[in-house]
């Protein structure tokens, strides 16, 4: 782009909000947003619209360290989040906008027995589900990421790592703009700045959404809200099992590229990449208290440098640019909710906790089929809310970046 010459906008200019669609999604973050897209794309569903109290995606889709993987423990979660990571791959092209897709590879490190047992029982359940996922000793780790510290006189000694070589990362913002635009060029309307504020039930429906910009009708509607999760149900009138915690990351002042795997270490509850840009993106375990502000702290950056400065020494020098947080919605199996809801035609993707980035192609893609047909398709049916009462839960807690 010259100069004088500027980009073309994602989306079109704002327009009115309408009386009715056939369906609105609540929440323009990347699971509503990828909703939306596969509703128009697979299911020639367009009269929707996409509502955001804020701007574009700025939710927890802005604010997350973008860590795509499918080295999970159920067979649900190993499924689901397989197919995920296949749409990831071809996304840019399918798209025409580059997401930035990365695979660099996983390192999930263990220090003790517990570890390696964890370790192993995900290879195996990784192999049955078609992810290639193996236990490598601490000299692989070695020649895989030369900057660890493999002294063995520390805390945690590294003694070896779930290795995942399909684990990548994406540019976040690329990923909702890429399907913001898409969607909106197949006729999906994108509301910023309009937030749901009221719900009229009727007959055990949602007969009116009420927004800052207007009320309206929808014949379905699907709730993406992330942290606000619980709030709008309980808006639409009943309770998920959801509790809201505040989850913090970093970035260090961009370097060279030097760190080309994503390491994690579960008892030192840490984790680190480096992005295209050159900073190293560093985050840790959830809050320790509910919470709905977006704000960071100071205790949080010090618990986490520490164990960060054990496994890379060299990072002590570096200077720590920007921090910030974003809101988790944290079920009690640290597994989503997809699915349809107590009150009719009223669906919900929720409980995506520190997890959701990497499902987003994958969720909107099951979601749009379950919205357009009414049914629930096999690859999400495992994650109703219903699992909560019929004791049939998706325990992930050991897969859980690290373990929270
Ligand atoms: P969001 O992107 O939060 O979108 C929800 C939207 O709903 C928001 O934009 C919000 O403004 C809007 N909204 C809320 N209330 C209303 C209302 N009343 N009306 C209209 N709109 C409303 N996941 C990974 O897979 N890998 C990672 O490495 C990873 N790292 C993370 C690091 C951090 C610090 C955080 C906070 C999260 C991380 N996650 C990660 C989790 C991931 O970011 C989320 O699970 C995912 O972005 C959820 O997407 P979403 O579309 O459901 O939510
Ligand atoms: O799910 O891999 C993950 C992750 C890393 C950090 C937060 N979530």
Not at 51 to 64: F, I, Q, S
Not at 326 to 340: E, L, N, R
Not at 341 to 347: C, E, G, I, T
Not at 361 to 389: K, Q
């Amino acid at each position: 782009y010259g100069l004088g010459q500027r980009r073309a906008p994602v989306l079109p200019a704002p327009r009115a909000l309408g009386s009715g669609y056939d369906v609105v999604i609540i929440g323009g973050g990347g699971h509503g947003l990828a909703t939306a897209y596969y509703l128009a794309k697979n299911w020639g569903v367009r009269k929707v619209a996409v509502l955001e109290k804020g701007w574009l995606a700025g939710g927890n889709t802005a604010r997350n360290t973008t860590i795509i993987r499918a080295n999970y423990l159920s067979n649900a979660g190993v499924r689901f989040f397989g197919k995920s990571v296949e749409l990831y791959r071809t996304l840019s092209s399918e798209l025409d906008y580059n997401i930035m897709f990365s695979p660099r590879g996983h390192l999930t490190l263990f220090h003790d027995d517990g570890g390696k047992r964890t370790a192993r029982w995900r290879a195996e359940q990784n192999r049955l589900n078609g992810v290639h996922s193996e236990v490598i000793d601490r000299q692989a780790v070695a020649r895989l990421c030369p900057q660890l510290n493999m002294r063995e006189d520390v805390r945690y000694p590294v003694l070896g790592a779930l290795y995942h070589p399909g684990g990548a990362t994406a540019r976040h913002d690329a990923v909702a703009w890429g399907l913001a635009r898409r969607a909106s060029e197949m006729g999906v309307e994108i509301h910023t700045q309009t937030q749901v504020i009221g719900m009229d039930r009727e007959g055990g429906r949602i007969a009116r959404l009420h927004t800052n910009r207007g009320t309206l009708r929808a014949g379905r509607i699907v709730q993406c809200v992330a942290g606000a999760s619980p709030a709008l149900a309980q808006m639409a009138g009943f309770d998920l099992p959801i509790r809201v915690v505040p989850l913090q990351a970093f970035v260090s002042e961009p370097v060279k590229p030097v760190l080309d795997p994503i390491v994690v270490s579960g008892n030192l509850a840490v984790y680190i990449s480096q992005s295209a840009r050159g900073e190293f993106v560093m985050g840790g375990e959830i809050d320790a208290y509910p919470c709905v502000s977006s704000r960071s702290s100071h205790d949080i950056k010090e618990d986490m440098m520490g164990p960060m400065l054990e496994l890379f020494p060299f990072l002590a020098r570096m200077k720590l640019l920007r921090q910030w947080g974003g809101i988790a919605d944290v079920t009690q199996d640290y597994s989503p909710i997809m699915g349809p809801s107590p009150v009719q035609d009223y669906f919900l993707s929720a409980g995506w906790g520190t997890m959701g980035f990497k499902a987003i192609p994958a969720g909107g893609y099951a979601m749009a089929e379950m919205v357009a047909t009414g049914r629930v398709p096999d690859l999400i049916a495992p994650f109703s809310l219903e699992r909560f009462s019929t004791l049939s839960l998706v325990g992930e807690r050991a897969a859980a970046a690290v373990g929270h």
